[in-house]
C-alpha cells in the first residue's frame, strides 16, 4: 500500500522569502513522486517529478525538490516566493511496479504576502 | 493548442436528476481519467480508461457511470445514486508512453446540487 502525507495544509510566506513545502510518503515499491500546483478554480499543472534518475529535480518556475529516501521525504521549495506562486500544491506518490496506482497528498495551500 | 476541454464549467442540478459532464481532448492521449475533489481533500479517482471502449472503475465509482466511444471523448454522468455529488470534478489524460503520473488536466466542472 501506498500513502503521502503533507504535513502542512496551510503555508504562508512573505514575497521574496524561501518556500518549504513538506510531503512524505510510504510505498512498498519503488516511487515515482511529482508534484502539483493548482490555482483558484483550475485544474492541476505538474510542476516536477522523481522517477528514480538524479535525487534533486527542478520544475517549473523556479520549482525544485529532493528525493531522500532515507526520510521517506520529497519535499518542495523555492528560493525567492512570487505573488504569483499563490496556489494549492500537491504531492503525489505512484508506484512504478504493482498496481501503478496514483495517490494524491490533500494539499497544501501557499499563501504569499506582499 | 492542444489540450482538454471540460463542460460546463459550473453546473446546478436538483436531487434526483442525472447529469452528464462532458470531457473532450485532442492531445490523441490513450488514456483518461475522472478524479472528483473535495476541499480539503486530495483527488480521488471514479473511473479511468487506457482504450476505447473499456473503462475500469477508480476508487469511488458508486453512483456514476461512463463510456469511451472514441479516443478523444470520456463523459462522465452522475447519477441520481451518488448521494453526495457537489464536488469539483477533474478529467485529466495522458500519453502511454509517458509516465503514469504525468496527467494533463482539464479545468474542472464544479457541480452544485439544489
Known amino acids: 500500500a501506498q500513502s503521502v502525507t503533507q504535513l502542512d495544509s496551510h503555508v504562508s510566506v512573505s514575497e521574496g522569502t524561501p518556500v518549504l513545502l513538506r510531503c512524505n510518503y510510504s510505498?512498498?515499491?519503488?516511487?515515482?513522486l511529482f508534484w502539483y500546483v493548482q490555482h483558484p478554480n483550475k485544474g492541476l499543472q505538474l510542476l516536477l517529478k522523481?522517477?528514480?534518475?538524479?535525487?534533486l529535480v527542478k520544475g517549473i518556475n523556479g520549482f525544485e525538490a529532493e528525493f531522500k529516501k532515507s526520510e521517506t521525504s520529497f519535499h518542495l521549495t523555492k528560493p525567492s516566493a512570487h505573488m504569483s506562486d499563490a496556489a494549492e500544491y500537491f504531492c503525489?506518490?505512484?508506484?512504478?511496479?504493482?498496481?501503478?496506482?496514483?495517490?494524491f497528498g490533500s494539499g497544501t495551500r501557499l499563501q504569499v504576502q506582499p | 493548442d492542444g489540450g482538454i476541454t471540460q463542460s460546463p464549467k459550473y453546473l446546478f442540478r436538483k436531487e434526483g436528476q442525472n447529469v452528464t459532464l462532458s470531457c473532450e481532448q485532442n492531445l490523441n492521449h490513450d488514456a483518461m481519467y475522472w478524479y472528483r475533489q473535495d476541499p480539503g481533500q486530495g483527488l480521488r479517482l471514479i473511473y479511468y480508461?487506457?482504450?476505447?471502449?473499456?473503462?475500469q472503475k477508480g476508487d469511488i465509482a458508486e453512483g456514476y457511470s461512463v463510456s469511451r466511444e472514441k479516443k478523444e471523448s470520456f463523459p462522465l454522468t452522475v447519477t441520481s445514486a451518488q448521494k453526495n455529488p457537489t464536488a469539483f470534478y477533474l478529467c485529466a489524460s495522458r500519453g502511454l508512453a509517458g509516465d503514469i503520473g504525468e496527467l494533463f488536466f482539464g479545468e474542472g466542472s464544479r457541480l452544485t446540487v439544489l
Open positions: 522523481y522517477t528514480s534518475a538524479a535525487t
Open positions: 510505498s512498498s515499491y519503488s516511487p515515482s
Open positions: 503525489v506518490v505512484s508506484e512504478r511496479t504493482g498496481r501503478r496506482a496514483l495517490t
Open positions: 480508461s487506457q482504450i476505447v471502449n473499456d473503462f
